[in-house]
Every structure is written in structure tokens, then in C-alpha cells.
């Protein structure tokens, strides 16, 4: 199983950039997809969540309103949309997949099968 996120980068405060990740050898829509973050000394936090089929999402009150999470189960990825973008938003930006069944334990990172290596953001003030 291989995760690989992409589109990760320098970007002014305020602006928009969007995260993709990209899955091999796995049965993509047999996995809810998430985006966790961890920043340098800090510990890694929940981003944002979507279900197997799309249907629903989950979103980590710092950013609900800002990022859109997404998924194309015909090209196995899932994107990360982040508007306004805060400096606060700076972070090692990581995608994991979810085995069925656990949707209500989506917030917990031990709760997830696979991870991706990750893509730095950094926003500038």
C-alpha cells in the first residue's frame, strides 16, 4: 500500500493552495480517507475527514469553513482544499486511510491503517 500527497508548498496568508494524495495498491473505496497535520514539537492533529463513498465529512473546528475535503474513487485520491490560509496552518501535512467501520473513531490517528510521507506547508505572515 502506498499513499503519496502532493501540492504542498510556500504560500502567502490568506491565500489558497490544495493538498492531493494520491493511493496504490489498495481498494480505494474500501477506506474514509483523512488529512492529519503535525507541526515541529507538537503533536499530530486531525484535519479533516471523508467516508468511503464521499457522502460525508468531518472537519477540525481551526479549519471548518477554510479546507474542503474531497474524493474520486475512480482516480483513487483525495484532496485537501485550504483557502485562506493562516500561518498557524504551517505544518507536515500527512493523508491515512481508514478501514470500514470505524467512522466514529475518525479523529483518532491510531484508528488508521496506512500513511502517506507527507507534504510541508509553510504560510507566510
Known amino acids: 500500500v502506498q499513499l503519496v500527497e502532493s501540492g504542498g508548498g510556500l504560500v502567502q496568508a490568506g491565500g489558497s493552495l490544495r493538498l492531493s494524495c494520491s493511493a496504490s495498491?489498495?481498494?480505494?473505496?474500501?477506506?474514509?480517507m483523512g488529512w492529519f497535520r503535525q507541526a515541529p514539537g507538537k503533536e499530530r492533529e486531525f484535519v479533516a475527514a471523508v467516508t468511503w463513498g464521499g457522502d460525508s465529512t468531518d472537519y477540525a473546528d481551526s479549519v471548518k469553513g477554510r479546507f474542503t475535503i474531497s474524493r474520486d474513487n475512480a482516480k483513487n485520491t483525495v484532496s485537501l482544499q485550504m483557502n485562506s490560509v493562516k500561518p498557524e496552518d504551517t505544518s507536515l501535512y500527512y493523508c491515512?486511510?481508514?478501514?470500514?467501520?470505524?467512522?466514529?473513531?475518525?479523529?483518532?490517528?491510531?484508528?488508521?491503517?496506512?500513511w502517506g510521507q507527507g507534504t510541508q506547508v509553510t504560510v507566510s505572515s
Open positions: 495498491g489498495l481498494t480505494f473505496s474500501n477506506y474514509h
Open positions: 491515512a486511510a481508514q478501514s470500514l467501520g470505524r467512522w466514529s473513531r475518525r479523529r483518532w490517528d491510531q484508528m488508521y491503517d496506512y
